[in-house]
């Protein structure tokens, strides 16, 4: 399988070229050239442990990778080092939950980024060279790839976060952690500060080859492809519980990632029917496939930061299938966007945008009145991003098939929104958060400057260890 760029101007790469790619080095997103069609085999899938079921997905997309290392590395990802079970799911009122949190982190980003920091280091025992990860994160991104990637050899890992503006949680995840290989900086500015900062340094591509500068953020297809594989596992499980031929999945959106692996499974032949995509008031996705019209707003601030985003970056990867698998067509598309702020897609005969799509927002009060009846009627603890998504799907039209709900943290990485909608403090706890505040802490503060930045990784990543 070999993986070409949305904007169509690099040649093929392999699967491991595209991993340490990140950005595509024509600006664009890279994807297979190829979305493989695995129907006849998935029933066969059913027993299948997850790492077992991980396998049997991903190695249509990782074919560069002899099987057994391929096996080796899924097994110690996801394998007693995971920490839980990777992809459960419960039945909670008349839905099914797939609790996603079980990783490191207690976000779903766990899944992606252990398997990515294993394979980030596969890569580079073999070919020698080191990598330097340049992240940006408003919170979960940043810990999920600090957490996957400590320790590693050949690895130094950046993440820079917007200072004082993510939560203490959140902050001491990431800060916390004592691997020499980890660098925290704070910026002293907003989220989108940190990330143009990112998306500058990422697009130099003298500096990139100069610094193996690598991606950890969800334009990494790794991310998107380990993602694939519990959409697999749900609607096999709850195909499997309910009788039913197919299921719906509702996902709490923000940068299209986490839906899009989604939409994969659903084209790869999982028994999906339909993904919800839920959104907070940061709706661009939700009015996106409700009108065809895709046009930026105001960043708002919500319960479920996490999915606070303007521009969804995953979305081009959704869009260049849109735009009929054509290159030139997305070009246009991005072009649109870019000067005017908006594009539009046609819908036919004023119909749905995409029939496999429905989509749905929820308001901070539809969030927290989400939270506050769930643990009423079934004395289940939503997190205020599963509470989005379980609100779409109450909103969407009845249908035959069982509903799957992602659920993408856990709620003690959010206490406040918890205490909120219940009045109580003691639902949203976890030993693990508990632990986070008495160790110490490492992170160095920057001004909001990609000079200063880029100086700081000059500084830290030694001279000699620099590679072409
Ligand atoms: C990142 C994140 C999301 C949004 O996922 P995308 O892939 O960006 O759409 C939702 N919930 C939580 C808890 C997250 O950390």
């Keep these: 399988m070999q993986y070409v760029s949305t904007r169509g101007q690099i040649e093929p790469v392999s699967f491991q070229q595209a991993v340490m790619m990140g950005l595509a080095d024509d600006g664009g997103l890279l994807i297979p050239e190829r979305i493989p069609d695995v129907r006849a085999e998935v029933d066969g899938w059913r027993e299948s442990s997850y790492a077992e079921l991980a396998f049997d997905v991903l190695k249509n997309f990782m074919t560069d990778m002899p099987e057994a290392d391929l096996r080796a590395i899924i097994d110690r990802t996801y394998g007693p080092a995971y920490g839980g079970p990777v992809a459960p799911t ?27 920091g294993n394979l980030f280091e596969y890569i580079l025992a073999r070919r020698g060279g080191r990598l330097n990860l340049l992240g940006a994160t408003s919170g979960d991104t940043g810990s999920a790839a600090i957490h996957g990637c400590r320790g590693r050899a050949g690895i130094d890992i950046f993440i820079m976060h917007p200072r004082g503006r993510v939560s203490p949680i959140q902050e001491r995840q990431m800060t916390t952690v004592p691997d020499a290989n980890v660098h925290n900086i704070a910026v002293e500015g907003s989220f989108d500060d940190c990330q143009t900062i990112m ?49 719906r999945v509702s996902v709490p959106t923000g940068n299209f990632g986490d839906i899009l692996a989604g939409w994969y499974a659903m084209k790869m032949g999982a028994p999906i029917r339909r993904l919800i995509l839920a959104t907070n008031e940061n709706d661009i996705l939700c009015r996106f496939f409700n009108t065809g019209e895709y046009s930026l707003g105001e960043v708002r601030q919500t319960y479920s930061p996490s999915m606070d985003i303007q521009v969804a970056s995953n979305f081009e990867r959704y869009l260049y299938y849109r735009a009929g698998s054509e290159a030139a067509a997305l070009r246009g598309l991005m072009r649109e966007f870019a000067e005017a702020g908006a594009l539009h897609v046609p819908t036919e005969d004023g119909g749905a945008v995409d029939p496999d799509f429905l989509a749905a927002r929820s308001t901070n009060e539809d969030c927290l009145e989400t939270i506050r009846r769930h643990h009423e009627r079934h004395e289940y603890v939503l997190d205020p991003h599963t509470a989005c998504g379980v609100h779409a799907a109450e909103q969407a039209p009845a249908a035959a098939e069982p509903t799957v709900c992602l659920a993408t943290a856990h709620p003690a990485k959010f206490p406040a929104a918890i205490e909120k909608a219940t009045g109580r403090a003691d639902l949203a706890r976890h030993p693990k958060i508990e632990e986070l505040m008495e160790l110490p802490t490492r992170c160095r503060t920057l001004p909001n400057d990609k000079q200063a930045v880029r100086e700081f990784i000059r500084q830290t990543v030694p001279q000699e260890e620099q590679t072409a």
Aim: glycine content about 6%.
């Design 90 to 116: 419960v039945a909670v009122g008349g839905l099914h939950i797939l609790e996603l949190w079980h990783g490191p982190t207690m976000a779903f980003k766990d899944v992606a980024l252990q398997l990515l």
């Design 199 to 247: 998306k500058t340094l990422a697009a130099d591509l003298p500096f990139k080859r100069a610094y193996s500068l690598g991606a950890v953020n969800s334009v990494n297809w790794a991310r998107v492809m380990a993602q694939i594989v519990y959409y697999f596992r749900a609607a096999l499980d709850v195909t499997k519980a309910t009788g039913a031929d197919a299921v």
